[in-house]
């Protein structure tokens, strides 16, 4: 408002020239540490898939499926089509979107490391009771408590990963988080390998083993450091300054210090960071923020993920075979991450997410075609067909786990000003749950309806989604996370939006 004092107006330099520091042994273990939480959200999609196609946990919780199941050549894409195993899957991610609009204010008051400890004891309570469910309530109360702590855990621990991590490598540091879900996606494919044949108890441990990755998190968010800049903004400059001076291994932060101090006090000039977001200012990072975890989703990697033995068994391939098959997809997943951790910091984001993009529209439109010509309601592939879709599968998780994959997740937790970084944060984990909650309780019915065509859905939003990267995301590689503000003042389109001087006045309810 007029009259009122001006609030700061953040970083009003770039100073990324005057950066120092290197790669230290500490701010490595500790990225490590905080990565582990990105297991936890893999494990529960990998280990759903395989758990909702085992005879056990069918019988005692879906038995319509169970004998939709034992009639495998009445409908091959229909057989699994129920909206309570669907709910199964889903509610989870429906939690976690709550949870993670929750975790929002709790991440900028009291820190990263609070999200993370809350998230760890969330997902620990729910792994217990999933395991010793004996109803359908119990069950479904302990996927929501693994949800709480999912969404928890994906609003905090990219935002950790990205303030620890020096600039030249925060995108390969920031995919500890997408390695250890990849991991944590392999490690349930081979749980479920193994548990599938311990009937009729087998899915409780596939199911209680969660524990395990909700233990170390909890455990880490008690051991770990607070990041430098969430001690700035909440006061504590001494501290932020002997942490910075730690994880950098220098004592010459002073570039880097003033960034943050300059971002901690526009950000504490800010009281509502979610109205703040909406600002024409914040304009770019918002629709980035919206648009980058849905299109992750919309690649359709999570429908493979989440019901790859479902899939494969509905291919016509055996119960092992199928289990055997996603573990498979779920290797090669983790595996391509790597890709992405050796390149994106010499590449870019913009080249790994186009090519990626490409790989995987061609992939997609290749099984679409093979299901719409050699399979149909009443028939199996060959075997030779079978170990091309297999093969050809692969070849997009390994696209995706090289692009859309990490940075899905990465681009959107370095692009914020720390004033509405929380905030934005958060706006990426609920988008993303929510449209993995749409797609996990609409997928299987969508197979059962659109068949084949199903494949081709998912490579026209492939197709969207390169065309919006190849326009509308400027390159982020090399930027510090405090000077992002200056990419968008250059860019082509959102130099048009984004006020070259932006003030913010300390009167405003914001």
């Known amino acids: 408002m007029a009259g009122g004092p001006l609030a700061p107006t953040g970083v009003a330099k770039e100073r990324a020239e005057l950066y120092q520091g290197r790669v230290t042994f500490y701010v490595i273990i500790t990225c490590i540490v905080a990565a582990v939480g990105g297991s936890i959200f893999g494990y529960d999609i990998g280990i759903s898939g395989g758990v909702t196609s085992m005879d056990g946990f069918l019988r005692e919780f879906f038995h319509s499926v169970y004998i939709n199941k034992k009639h495998a050549h009445e409908n091959n894409y229909c057989k699994y089509d129920n909206q309570g195993l669907a709910a199964f899957t889903s509610s989870l991610y429906f939690a976690g979107l709550v949870a993670s609009l929750v975790a929002s204010p709790i991440t900028r008051v009291y820190g990263r490391r609070a999200s993370i400890i809350c998230g760890g004891l969330s997902f620990l309570v729910g792994a217990t009771l999933n395991a010793a469910a004996v109803n359908m309530a119990m069950l479904l109360l302990g996927r929501i408590m693994l949800g709480v702590g999912i969404g928890f855990g994906n609003q905090a621990v990219p935002l950790y990963l990205s303030e620890m991590a020096p600039t030249h490598l925060r995108g390969a540091l920031n995919m500890m988080f997408q390695l250890a879900t990849t991991l944590g996606i392999f490690t349930a494919n081979m749980v479920n390998y193994g548990t599938h044949k311990l009937e009729p108890w087998g899915w409780r441990l596939s199911l209680g083993l969660a524990a395990i990755p909700a233990t170390l998190m909890t455990l880490g968010g008690f051991l770990l450091p607070e990041t430098p800049n969430s001690l700035i903004e909440r006061g504590s400059k001494e501290t932020g300054r002997k942490v910075l001076v730690r994880i950098r291994g220098t004592d010459q932060v002073d570039a880097e210090f003033q960034d943050m101090v300059d971002a901690s006090e526009l950000a504490n000039a800010i009281k509502y960071p979610f109205r703040n977001i909406l600002e024409k200012r914040n304009r770019p990072q918002l629709v980035m923020a919206i648009c980058m975890p849905t299109f992750q989703i919309l690649t359709g990697i999570n429908s493979i993920l989440f019901y790859a033995p479902v899939l494969f068994q509905s291919m016509g391939f055996e119960g092992n075979a199928s289990l055997y098959s996603s573990a498979l997809t779920g290797a090669v997943l983790a595996g391509s991450t790597f890709i992405s951790i050796a ?65 899905g997740w990465t681009v959107p937790s370095e692009i914020f000003p720390l004033e509405t970084r929380s905030a934005g944060q958060s706006i990426t984990v609920a988008v993303n749950l929510l449209f993995t909650f749409v797609i996990a309780q609409c997928f299987l019915a969508m197979l059962c309806h659109l ?38 003042r250059k860019h082509w389109f959102w130099k048009k939006i984004v006020p070259e001087y932006p003030e913010v006045d300390t009167n405003e309810t914001i």
């Open 451 to 488: 068949k084949f065509g199903i494949f081709l859905f998912f490579a026209a939003w492939i197709t969207v989604m390169t065309i919006f990267v190849y326009a509308f995301l400027p390159e982020t590689k090399g930027v510090p996370i405090e000077e992002m503000i200056f990419l968008w």
């Open 343 to 407: 390149t994106v910091d010499r590449l870019g984001r913009r080249v790994l997410l186009i090519s990626g993009g490409i790989q995987m529209i061609i992939c997609q439109v290749i099984v679409a075609t093979i299901l719409g010509l050699k399979f149909g309601d009443n028939q199996e592939l060959s075997k030779g067909y079978s170990i091309l879709v297999v093969t050809v599968i692969c070849l997009f998780v390994l696209a995706f786990g090289w692009s859309w994959g990490p940075l």
